[in-house]
């Protein structure tokens, strides 16, 4: 019935209506805290346009990841590399040498009840930036899907929980797939980036994972912000050669697009808040411009509530301690 025998407002008057009929929740088993790992010793080189976050040697990674799991409540996490050296291929991040696979060892060794998930990608390994091997100006797609087979096999070996293919190349994810099997990596499940768009959001990634493309951009293999209709078809197609998880990135700008994936999908849905919309927030906040902390719970519980599993962010740190202080006033009072 209309106003006024129906009052929407009856059940928001106070905290206990509102706790009591909310329809979405973010909590810290919903996060993915990345990180950058880096060669040396007690490295922690701040990364300027992304304000907390650091390239870390492993040393450094151990300290932080150990805070991440015991203070914020956070035990899963997104590894990027940052090599030595770079070559035209990256295949230098084939060698169980290579820094992740060695972060990857020295955190298991370390820390219990740590999920990792590994990025495989080449753009960080390579000289020019782009995520494979250049054949005439182009990344070759088939050539490029042997090395990242090649170094989701690697990963595997080293203990990473999850593979996750983050180049958009067509025909990775059956690649990965099989090369996991035939090596007994039966159990190791794969979270494509299905639907990753040819972002300006960005930007600050490239600056921390010195990844920028030397030429051109990467519209070639990324896909076209305005299409989300061919985001179902990449969706569908990494479905189809195994993946066990898809993922919508961005987030903020493409949560139309993770509804049409929960809607259309039966299968768990990953979206990564990137590094452009935790910049942005973070220059707000510098400036005085928002509440930083409401603004954080807020943009987390949208990519929930449009329709995501799991969310990968720089906040989440921030919003595990967040929760953790919540908690304890709660308990003190």
Known sequence: MAFPQTRLRRLRQNMIFRDMIRETEVNCDDLIMPYFVCPGAKVRNPINSMPGNYQLSIDMLLVEVKELVEKAGVNKILLFGIPEAKDDTGKLACSEHAIVPKAIRALKREI???????????????????????V?????????????????????????????????????????RRTLDENGFFNT???????????AFYGPFREAADSAPQFGDRSRYQMDPANSDEALREVEQDILEGADMVMVKPALSYLDVIRRVKDNFNIPIVAYNVSGEFSMLKAAAANGWIDEKRMIREILTSIKRAGADVIISYHAKEFGEMENRDLLSTAVL
């Open 136 to 176: 005439d100006g182009d990344v070759h797609n088939d050539l490029t899907i042997q090395t990242l087979s090649a170094q989701s096999l690697v990963l595997a070996q080293a203990g990473a929980d999850i593979i996750a293919p983050s180049d958009m190349m067509d025909g990775r994810v059956a690649a990965i």
């Open 112 to 134: 219990e009840d740590l999920l990792i998930v590994a990025d495989v990608c080449n753009c960080e390994y390579t000289s020019h930036g782009h995520c494979g091997t250049i």
């Open 189 to 199: 499940p794969i979270m494509a980036y299905s639907a990753k768009f040819a972002s």
